[in-house]
């Protein structure tokens, strides 16, 4: 059984692939994911533009976690200086190779630089997850709990912030999302995936006739004589109900008094 492959949404522009190409970069782009995860493309992009303050001699093509975040400072404090700024969040997922991350990171890139705005930029933050991609496999081939969470919390991630309470944050915000989203499906298709049978409630409701077909039979002489029938038997069950006063009762009031 072949599945639907990762959302084109992970391709760039047109406009941009032209662009990254005039510039005769180092190596080829195969994987926008993996290959500006390093942060050496993205400092040799700028290093078109601004050469004295990115000199790509200063830069590691390694792809280790300590090669990368040692680029991205760089990259930071070149930025500062040119009084440039790119988003934090953006940076952080391009890092961990977050789903979308690279892509909104090229271009924001190609904003600043070429003062040409593309559809997307500033349109509403994505959240970086894989939720998009689980939507379009088939039910059954979806993400459990366990595995949502290792698909969406790198291990890139505990590496640059092995802080125990913020990672189980992370790891509580994801299971809330994959939990929510279970529940979702649950209601639009409970008889599907999670084989929930209705209850005698909703057995009943769909056994109910409508307003209109009600009204038709209470409207015939067989029912009114039904139903009066059924009201005269209620009212001698009720008259034929009798209450009796305790025995204690006197003995009560004579302890009281």
Same mark, same amino acid.
């Given at each position: ?85 790119? =988003? %934090?969040?953006? /940076?952080?997922?391009?890092? $961990?190779?977050?789903?979308? *991350? !690279? +892509? ?64 189980? =944050? %992370?790891?509580? /915000?994801?299971?809330?999302? $994959?939990?929510?989203?279970? *529940? !979702? +499906? ?72």
């Amino acid at each position: 059984m072949s599945y639907a492959q990762c959302p084109k949404k992970a391709g760039l522009p047109r406009e941009i692939v032209k662009w990254l190409q005039s510039l005769e970069l180092s190596f080829y782009l195969k994987n926008v994911r993996r290959d500006f995860s390093s942060g050496y493309l993205v400092a040799e992009i700028f290093s078109r533009y601004y050469p004295q303050d990115f000199p790509e001699h200063s830069y590691d093509k390694g792809t280790s976690l300590s090669a990368k975040q040692k680029n991205w400072s760089q990259i930071e404090r070149s930025l500062q200086k040119l009084n440039l700024h790119l =988003r %934090k969040e953006v /940076v952080d997922g391009t890092i $961990h190779c977050k789903p979308g *991350a !690279a +892509e909104l990171l090229v271009k924001e890139v190609y904003t600043i630089l070429t003062n040409r705005s593309i559809w997307g930029v500033e349109g509403p933050e994505s959240d970086f997850t894989d939720q998009e991609y689980q939507e379009l496999l088939p039910t059954l081939a979806r993400s459990t709990a366990s595995k949502a969470i290792k698909n969406n919390l790198r291990i890139t991630e505990i590496m640059a912030k092995p802080d125990i309470s913020t990672n189980q =944050r %992370k790891a509580e /915000v994801i299971l809330h999302r $994959h939990l929510e989203h279970r *529940a !979702a +499906e649950r209601a639009l298709n409970p008889a599907g995936r999670f084989k929930v049978k209705p209850n005698l409630c909703q057995l009943a409701a769909k056994r109910l006739l409508p307003s209109s077909q009600c009204d038709e039979c209470f409207d015939s002489p067989s029912s009114r004589a039904t139903t009066s029938k059924l009201c005269s038997s209620s009212t001698r069950s009720r008259a034929a109900v009798s209450f009796k006063e305790k025995k204690g009762a006197s003995a009560c009031q004579t302890l009281t008094g």
